[in-house]
């Protein structure tokens, strides 16, 4: 070997090892940088291309540096990518059913069931204080019925319009994950461009990559996304078998339906292709934030329109049970009984109940072919509090308001139970195992970030 021979390849391992201390300081200084991927220098023998007869002994012909790349494990990063989906998405869940729990406000002593419970007692404290419309008792006893019926009708409004607004909330926020969804898949399709054209020329794109890889674990978590790596370097990005991002050009959703909660049903919220086709999502905060604005079905649609259709029912067949029975009675005046509570019949039942009287004149606690002493009504109305199902006309029976209620709750609490439970189970899950991916240990739990940091020292 010349002695420029030994030169050659002392420089040429003094630029590779100074390559590798730069990029060992590169990945010191980005230890706590969020996303940002350890890198590492490859390498490759200069292998003399030439036999040489005046050198037989030739050692080699010193290092080249090939690249910079990053020590990220694909299926660790998907991985990541599909737990972060489902903890978004049972956390979002999670956080809906629990503000329905809220609104319920059971049990309490401003709770519906209470303010029920009020109500049916008044009713029977109305029964033991029949008589004369100068008596005072039973003014007292009237004017503590309207009381307790005006309380009930606040309280069930009270609850609809707080899930009306948590629907509403929900439906704000759903349009703006899509926004940033159609945002965030641009950025996507522009990073894959740029590292198209710079990987070509031979130039470093790691960062990058680093940068397209929170975007897509932005969309996973939005929306539950894949990804599916191309032979060019590029990505795309896939919602249920579709592309969301396809190399270099990126498609947008649009959230169509209704915009308050009384369409639910009528004008279901959808997301959709903006070029056309339905796009449905089964993980991720937005895939949960739609599934709970569905119309209420049976107890099994969203969160939010099963509760307001539970205030509904549970309001109409309060009125129409109250008012079947009051109907048949006579006041202490001697007149029919009427209406107890009205709703309209155009909006929900739950937003207009009102009571009707506005003093015993009104109350009609009597059955008028006993005398107008006679408490029957009254005690009638005051059993309904006791009752699974109840009378609303001669011919029709539903469930009593009291008793849907309770079930309602009892519902309510098992959902929101269970929803908690699987939140915090995804949420513990780790997202990546030790030593395998390159992420900064910042993004990891505390235990692996240790183990990554003991690795690092050992490996540079």
Do not use: C
Not at 303 to 326: I, P
């Amino acid at each position: 070997m010349s002695t420029f021979g030994g030169l050659n390849i002392a420089s040429s391992g003094l630029n590779a090892a100074q390559m590798a201390l730069e990029v060992t300081g590169q990945n010191v200084a980005n230890a706590s940088t969020a996303g940002y991927v350890r890198r590492t220098v490859s390498q490759s023998e200069n292998v003399s291309q030439q036999v040489s007869f005046t050198s037989p002994t030739d050692s080699g012909q010193g290092v080249t540096v090939t690249g910079i790349s990053r020590m990220n494990d694909a299926m660790a990063d998907a991985q990541a990518n599909s737990t972060a989906a489902t903890s978004s998405y049972w956390s979002t869940s999670s956080g809906a059913i629990s503000t329905v729990e809220t609104s319920l406000n059971e049990p309490s002593t401003s709770g519906l069931g209470e303010a029920m419970t009020t109500f049916f007692s008044a009713w029977q404290a109305m029964a033991n204080s029949t008589g004369t419309t100068s008596s005072s008792s039973a003014a007292s006893a009237a004017t503590a019925l309207i009381s307790a019926g005006t309380a009930v009708a606040s309280t069930i409004s009270s609850g609809y319009q707080a899930v009306a607004n948590a629907w509403s909330s929900t439906r704000s926020s759903a349009a703006i994950d899509v926004t940033t969804v159609n945002s965030t898949a641009q950025t996507v399709a522009g990073l894959n461009q740029s590292i198209l054209s710079l990987s070509s020329s031979g130039s470093d794109v790691t960062g990058l990559e680093d940068q397209r890889d929170a975007a897509v674990a932005t969309l996973a978590s939005l929306t539950g996304a894949t990804t599916r790596t191309n032979a060019n370097g590029t990505v795309d990005v896939l919602l249920g078998g579709s592309s969301l991002v396809s190399g270099t050009t990126a498609r947008s959703l649009t959230l169509a339906g209704a915009t308050d909660i009384s369409g639910a049903s009528s004008a279901p919220v959808t997301l959709s292709w903006s070029t056309g086709g339905s796009v449905s999502l089964s993980s991720g905060q937005l895939g949960a934030e739609v599934a709970s604005l569905a119309g209420a079905n049976n107890g099994t649609g969203g969160v939010y329109a099963e509760a307001a259709q539970t205030y509904d029912t549970v309001a109409k067949n309060l009125a129409d049970a109250v008012n079947y029975l009051h109907e048949q009675g006579t006041t202490a005046t001697g007149a029919a009984g009427g209406a107890f509570f009205s709703y309209s019949s155009t909006a929900p039942a739950a937003t207009t109940l009102a009571v009707v009287p506005t003093d015993a004149n009104g109350i009609a606690a009597a059955d008028g072919t006993k005398g107008a002493l006679d408490n029957t009504i009254a005690d009638q109305i005051a059993q309904l509090a006791g009752a699974t199902t109840v009378s609303t006309s001669a011919t029709t029976t539903v469930a009593a308001p009291a008793s849907t209620w309770t079930s309602y709750v009892s519902q309510v609490g098992s959902q929101s139970a269970s929803a908690a439970a699987r939140s915090t189970a995804a949420s513990s899950t780790p997202q990546s195992p030790p030593i395998t991916t390159g992420r900064s240990p910042s993004a990891m739990p505390s235990s692996v970030s240790r183990r990554r940091s003991r690795t690092m020292a050992t490996e540079e």
